[in-house]
Antibody, heavy 121, light 115 residues
Framework: QVQLVQSGAEVKKPGASVKVSCKASGYTFTSYDINWVRQATGQGLEWMGWMNPNSGNTGYAQKFQGRVTMTRNTSISTAYMELSSLRSEDTAVYYC??????????????WGQGTLVTVSS | QPVLTQPPSASASLGASVTLTCTLSSGYSNYKVDWYQQRPGKGPRFVMRVGTGGIVGSKGDGIPDRFSVLGSGLNRYLTIKNIQEEDESDYHCGADHGSGSNFVVFGGGTKLTVL
């Protein structure tokens, strides 16, 4: 079965960077886009961007352009999301999510368990 | 890009029915919307996609038949019949847009309370 397992919680200081991992199993990693979505406590979902694990191509939400980098290591079926210049407003749970089909990469059919990133001085 | 608007809260009694609404901004009446369920303390779960013709594709894994969708004009509806306690969740709608449908926008979510 499809599984996305994320790395553990992080605490970072303002101005630092954080890198969250998402290990995929149960399917061919390079066949489906990985998206990243975040959710601040008590708030709605916020889409950050996508990455094609085969080509490495990415697409980022305008809000995060210049501050987010999505990469992958195909040898270990793992996707990464790095967010830099952290500020308190970046405190949130970060999710990776896989497209429901190859053609519908932005329909988020499978989700990781979430990684809490806390930004605090 | 489209703006998706959802009422912040809704409630329904056990065994009753409820319809949740996601409204697209003007000019986006042909857009499809994806519904996601998020139970308390859990991650989101795909429910189904809806266009003006109704469901697009298949429901998400394990979504019961009690869940259905409709689309009309700028509105995309998620109806839950015979509401159960486990349906108490936040429901989010999302839509892809842009070149190649490569960007996603979400509504603010609706918190459904089962009375």
């Amino acid at each position: 079965q499809v599984q996305l397992v994320q790395s553990g919680a992080e605490v970072k200081k303002p101005g630092a960077s954080v890198k969250v991992s998402c290990k995929a199993s149960g399917y061919t990693f390079t066949s489906y886009d990985i998206n990243w979505v975040r959710q601040a406590t008590g708030q709605g979902l916020e889409w950050m961007g996508w990455m094609n694990p085969n080509s490495g191509n990415t697409g980022y939400a305008q809000k995060f352009q210049g501050r987010v980098t999505m990469t992958r290591n195909t040898s270990i079926s793992t996707a990464y999301m790095e967010l830099s210049s952290l500020r308190s407003e970046d405190t949130a749970v970060y999710y990776c999510a896989r497209g429901i089909s190859i053609a519908a990469g932005r329909v988020l059919g499978y989700w990781g368990q979430g990684t809490l990133v806390t930004v605090s001085s | 890009q489209p703006v998706l608007t959802q009422p912040p809260s809704a409630s329904a009694s056990l065994g009753a029915s409820v319809t949740l609404t996601c409204t697209l901004s003007s000019g986006y009446s042909n857009y499809k919307v994806d519904w996601y369920q998020q139970r308390p303390g859990k991650g989101p779960r795909f429910v189904m996609r809806v266009g003006t013709g109704g469901i697009v594709g298949s429901k998400g894994d394990g979504i019961p038949d009690r869940f259905s969708v409709l689309g009309s004009g700028l509105n995309r509806y998620l109806t839950i019949k015979n509401i159960q306690e486990e349906d108490e969740s936040d429901y989010h709608c999302g839509a892809d847009h842009g070149s190649g449908s490569n960007f996603v926008v979400f509504g603010g979510g609706t918190k459904l309370t089962v009375l």
